[in-house]
């Protein structure tokens, strides 16, 4: 294990991005959200929760796909992307890397999405462990140990050092290139600091949310559950919990006129849209109810029913602490799964 | 704050008991103690659940479109700011007032959680309201705010009174506050061009398009947002550079302009804390420059500034010039 002194943090953030690009937690205008390191930013690695996820950086919210142009009869599809450059992706929580595990088994499982594989392959990814987890955390319930976040690097900081650990060949590579900055050591401390987070995270409010009814086999009864109208009869319908969620991977396309022909580009997309459905025939989610449902089944049955059991909530909480009226995963999961608070 | 509470449950419990009201309309117990949501209370049996406490902030009027077209009256609890929102809908035929008992509930101000955790309480289990004191209490012991400081935004230049009722429940007059509410217009005002447009871009570059702000706004109720509408020509998941954001919010505050009570929702839900309001708050000082003083949804009925033409009106030109009186 290596180690690097804490005010020496801006010296790594220059030197990585004196190779490649860094995208890291940054302040800006009171918010953190992941943004491209530069000198004159302010780098906010010890946020617990960025506002927006750092699944942007392989599935940006929204994303140019390829032009069209005709000239009489013939119709030319232009190809606009770049060859994607390799990038660091620093500071990642460990529950947004299990996120982007989540994305993975979507965009890499066939049809391969391209775009977002091209992104995956150029990033190199240093996660971060938590070290005061809040109560609006629950990442232990879909078994992610905050303590010992994966990636390409894994890091811990306390209030001396930052520890670093390459997990992967990439990670090796970017550590060689950045040995200078680095010293020996750190295991005891990390140790200490996993064991402590450890003991919060078993402690939190949140930390024994009971699953055991989001099961394939209960898809019917749980789709059925009178509960649902009670659940949503809040909901505003806007796309807050979807675009905060690092899980949530629901994309549509468009079509935009330019004066160079036509662009195709896609954008995020929220279930909790009216038109998220609206087809050729007509919409066939006319209720706020029926979105507001689509969206916990999806997270718990029926993504899990189709990909071994993995559940697309990561419990990273970000629903929790923002959504307008207080609703959100956990209240659902608590109401259906039959364990309401008293 | 509890004995407000209770006083609600009781009132509730008399009108769904006696079949006056067919559903009440109020807010209901969260997960912690500072994240209730508004809720709709159809039987006594329901209201095990109903809480009223430091921090129901949310402005009920809006669900009142759906709720008060059901079969039966719809009562709710609604706080001063709410009132505004009511009357405005009122008048604009999207609420029918004989459908709706309004229950005007005392507000002392509501409490911002993100306020407390920014200044270092976490896992808070209880708040104590004292005078101008807050003390949250947590594992790990009490932490004391000044009320000021960890109020919601909206509550923290707030002297409004409740503009309708039909019964009230008021145990406790508040204070009148010594604030001037347009101060941070001002501020805004005495920049240079450079520097609002530097503010501005810094703020809504952050947006992330949720529609959280049109979403909660009780003037934004067209059935079809425009925006939303693929018919429109105009319709917009995303925004399409860094800055196109400053389109929407700013169409968003001329469409809301004359009708904006100021109610503060819209900062109250941004995920990015964008002070929306304030926006919205420099149509309202302007109207108020140009045609005189306007508080929408002090009434419901009566003609409002912007929808009704005299001799007198001033000239887009003057605005420009700058000759505004």
């Not at chain 1, 599935?59 to 770049?82: A, C, W, Y």
């Not at chain 1, 303590?147 to 990439?170: C, F, H, I, M, R």
């Not at chain 2, 929702?265 to 804390?273: H, L």
């Not at chain 2, 009434?299 to 009106?313: F, I, V």
Request: include cysteine; hydrophobic fraction near 35%; glycine fraction near 6%.
């Amino acid at each position: 294990m290596l180690k690097i002194a804490k005010e020496n943090l801006n010296a790594l953030y220059a030197a990585i991005s004196a190779k490649m690009p860094l995208i890291m937690p940054i302040k800006r205008a009171g918010q953190v959200n992941y943004g491209p390191w530069s000198e004159s930013e302010e780098a906010s690695i010890e946020t617990l929760k960025t506002v927006k996820s750092p699944k942007d950086a392989f599935f940006p919210q929204s994303e140019n796909m390829m032009k069209f142009k005709t000239d009489g009869k013939v119709l030319e599809v232009i190809d606009v992307r770049k060859a994607e450059q390799p990038f660091v992706l620093f500071g990642v929580k460990a529950c947004d890397y299990k996120a982007i595990e989540v994305l993975d088994k979507v965009f890499l499982a066939d049809p391969v999405d391209t775009y977002y594989k091209a992104k995956r392959e150029a990033g190199i990814v240093i996660t971060l462990a938590c070290s005061k987890p809040e109560e609006s955390c629950f990442c232990s319930v879909f078994g992610v140990d905050a303590a010992a976040p994966a990636g390409d690097v894994s890091t811990w900081l306390d209030g001396e050092y930052l520890y670093w650990q390459a997990n992967t060949e990439k990670g090796e590579a970017l550590t060689a290139d950045l040995s200078a900055l680095f010293a020996e050591g750190g295991e005891d401390a990390v140790a200490a600091q996993q064991s402590a987070t450890r003991a919060i995270m078993q402690a939190l409010p949140y930390a024994a949310l009971d699953l055991s009814r989001f099961k394939p086999e209960n898809l019917n009864d749980l789709f059925n559950d009178g509960a649902w109208t009670e659940l949503s009869e809040a909901c505003l319908g806007c796309g807050t919990c979807t675009f905060v969620c690092p899980t949530c991977q629901c994309f549509d396309i468009r079509d935009f006129k330019t004066s160079e022909g036509v662009l195709r580009y896609r954008c995020w997309d929220s279930c909790m849209y009216s038109d998220f459905t609206l087809m050729a025939h007509g919409n066939s989610r006319n209720t706020q109810m029926q979105r507001f449902r689509q969206r916990f089944m999806h997270k718990l049955v029926y993504f899990p029913s189709q990909n071994d059991g993995m559940y697309s909530c990561v419990g990273c909480g970000r629903c929790v602490n923002k959504c307008p009226q207080n609703l959100n995963i956990v209240k659902v999961i608590k109401t259906l799964g039959g364990k309401k608070n008293d | 704050m509890r004995e407000v509470e209770l006083k609600m449950i009781e009132r509730a419990k008399q009108l769904l008991e006696s079949g006056e009201v067919a559903r009440v309309i109020g807010w209901k117990k969260g997960e912690f103690c500072y994240d209730p949501s508004p809720a709709c209370f159809e039987s006594v049996e329901e209201l095990k659940d109903f809480v009223y406490d430091w921090f129901c902030g949310a402005n009920l009027s809006k669900y009142l479109i759906e709720m008060a077209k059901k079969e039966g009256k719809t009562a709710v609890f609604l706080k001063p700011c709410d009132t505004y929102s009511f009357n405005q809908l009122v008048k604009e035929h999207r609420i029918k007032r004989e459908n709706v008992h309004v229950i005007a509930v005392e507000c002392l101000g509501k409490l911002d959680i993100e306020k407390m955790k920014a200044r270092g309480a976490s896992f808070v289990s209880a708040v104590e309201v004292n005078g101008d004191e807050v003390k949250a209490v947590s594992p790990a012991g009490e932490t004391t705010f000044a009320k000021a400081d960890v109020l919601l935004g909206k509550c923290c230049v707030c002297n409004k009174t409740h503009q309708v009722k039909d019964e009230e429940i008021i145990l406790h007059e508040r204070a009148e506050k010594d604030v001037d509410r347009f101060a941070e217009v001002a501020a805004l005002e005495a920049m240079t061009e450079d520097e609002r447009f530097a503010f501005w871009k810094s703020q809504l570059s952050k947006c992330i398009r949720c529609n959280a702000c049109r979403n909660v706004c009780p003037a934004c109720s067209c059935i079809k947002c425009v925006f939303d509408n693929p018919a429109s020509g105009i319709s917009a998941k995303a925004n399409d550079s860094e800055f196109e954001e400053q389109m929407f919010h700013i169409i968003r505050a001329f469409h809301v302009a004359g009708r904006c009570t100021d109610c503060g929702e819209c900062s109250r839900v941004c995920p990015q804390n964008i002070p929306l309001h304030l926006l919205n708050r420099k149509f309202i000082k302007d109207i108020d420059s140009f045609y005189g003083e306007y508080q929408a949804g002090e009434t419901a009925e009566g003609k409002t500034p912007l929808t009704s033409y005299t001799e007198g009106d001033l000239e887009a030109g003057d605005v420009f010039k700058g000759e505004a009186k």
